[in-house]
């Protein structure tokens, strides 16, 4: 069966060949389009280069802001840097500062504390000064009364003692008595002898003040009784008799020497 139809075949196809020879072609049919590679591409070259231009241009812009924003920043670590070391400095001269108004509060307290115990002191040295001030011049008044009183005395002794003197001279060596000084202005020791039976040698004696009007014994040797003085002395002042004086102290000392 192959074989029957295979000059058919052959035929065939020998057939269209033919016709195609003889027949126009349908790519030739077809309108002809202009599609404009070459502009495209062009314009793509263009594109391109442009947008590596601008690309470029991007990354020196970015390189640009990214090194000024690094010098930016270095710039203003060196700021803070340079601010810090200052608020350093100036916290530092502030403590010192500190110290030294502190340091100088405390010796402005001091020198206030010093000077008010120097004036404490000073108004009582004032007090003091007005006090011994005041003493002295009740002492001076005191002195002077006494001087006036002794100058009284001494005139009225000096009157007295010229017609006194050959009466106290005998009183003197009857009654065995001496006089000496006692060591003040305003007063006098009578020393007796002879008032001891046992031993004439013994002395006994007194001291009379005349730094008053009225006589007053204040001290004797051997001690006798204030009662028995001061009647003798209340007779003296009475009589205003020396004489009086020296026989009764006698006769005191003879008392005693014997008791």
Request: glycine fraction near 2%.
């Amino acid at each position: 069966m192959a074989s029957a139809f295979e000059p058919s075949l052959s035929s065939s196809l020998s057939g269209r060949q033919a016709m195609s020879a003889t027949a126009p072609s349908m790519a030739d049919s077809l309108p002809s389009i202009n599609f404009g590679f070459d502009e495209l591409r062009d314009r793509m070259a263009k594109f391109s280069a442009k947008f590596d231009a601008f690309i470029e241009q991007g990354r020196k812009r970015v390189l640009e802001e990214r090194n000024q924003f690094r010098m930016n920043v270095a710039e203003l670590q060196e700021d803070q840097r340079m601010k810090k070391r200052d608020m350093e400095i100036l916290q530092q001269k502030t403590n010192t500062h500190q110290q030294m108004i502190s340091k100088e509060s405390a010796e402005t307290r001091e020198m206030q504390a010093a000077i008010a115990s120097l004036s404490a002191q000073r108004d009582k040295n004032k007090a003091a000064r007005d006090a011994l001030q005041q003493q002295i011049a009740e002492t001076q008044k005191e002195i002077d009364a006494r001087l006036a009183a002794q100058r009284a005395h001494a005139q009225y002794v000096e009157s007295q003692s010229r017609f006194n003197v050959p009466e106290l001279d005998f009183w003197m060596q009857n009654l065995c008595l001496k006089i000496e000084g006692a060591g003040q202005t305003d007063r006098l020791k009578f020393v007796y002898t002879h008032v001891d039976e046992k031993s004439w040698e013994r002395e006994a004696w007194f001291e009379l003040s005349t730094s008053s009007k009225d006589y007053d014994v204040r001290h004797c040797r051997p001690k006798l009784e204030r009662e028995k003085v001061d009647r003798v002395l209340e007779r003296v002042n009475e009589t205003r008799d020396l004489v009086v004086l020296l026989k009764g102290m006698r006769e005191l000392f003879v008392e005693a020497m014997k008791s």
